[in-house]
């Protein structure tokens, strides 16, 4: 039974072991990737409330606001997600709650939630190809904040361990379109979390494993005090 146990612990620490040496790579690939998915969206775009609405939300946050957080001991993040996993472009939105160790030091705990989805009908996770995904991510969040001295723009990087909640819509496990059915499974899931605020504004381009794949979150949002 200890040699059975062994050799599938040996064999999840190598695959995670393999998937993080691949890390730098597939960021480079996957970088590449969502930057041409958003290009071909944006030409085939026609929808001008579309446009109206990223251009409102962008204003919304470079607009300073009485309640942004600049440092403080509590803070809440508010994120729009582009969500790639492998190669499948999807999006989403995070949800971070942030609290200051103490304030003689710039080191934060929390936690952090919110969703991805995927639609475009070759999602893969767990084994299983779905026709649609949504992932609902519960993580522990660590965080450290460089400070700059009479300075809005605050450098930080952060790790963020936890499980991901994965609903499969339409799972199809043996190619048999007979056998479609939905299911929802938990993995592992971690992300490292570089990233900078400029006052009430931040930018995070996240990126980690969920069950081994590899995952690129780039995130803009809200910083609040509360």
């Known amino acids: 039974m200890k040699t059975k146990t062994t050799r599938i612990l040996q064999s999840k620490s190598q695959k995670y072991y393999s998937a993080l040496t691949q890390l730098p790579t597939q960021l480079q690939h996957s970088s590449q990737s969502i930057l ?12 001008r409330p579309v446009i109206k609405t990223l251009a409102f939300c962008s204003s919304l946050a470079l607009t300073p606001s009485t309640q942004a957080a600049g440092a403080g001991n509590l803070q809440l993040e508010l994120g729009a997600t582009a969500a790639l996993l492998d190669n499948e472009l999807g999006y989403g939105g995070s949800v971070t709650f942030l609290g200051r160790i ?3 030091t710039a080191f934060y705990v929390g936690l952090e939630s919110g969703l991805s989805h995927w639609s475009s009908g070759q999602v893969q996770l767990g084994g299983s190809h779905a026709a649609e ?38 799972v199809d496990p043996q190619g048999d379109q ?37 995952v690129f979150l780039p995130t803009v949002g809200l910083v609040l005090a509360i």
């Open 36 to 47: 041409r998915k958003i290009s071909q969206w944006w030409r085939g775009t026609k929808s």
């Open 102 to 104: 103490s304030p003689e």
């Open 133 to 170: 995904l949504n992932v609902i991510p519960v993580l522990a969040v660590a965080q450290y904040e460089f400070e700059i001295d009479d300075s809005s723009v605050r450098p930080y990087l952060g790790i963020a361990p936890g499980v991901g909640f994965a609903i499969h819509g339409s």
């Open 178 to 214: 007979a056998a479609l059915k939905a299911r929802t499974d938990v993995y592992f899931e971690l992300l490292f979390k570089p990233g900078v605020a400029f006052g009430s504004f931040f930018v995070e381009p996240k990126l980690g494993l969920i069950d081994g794949n590899f």
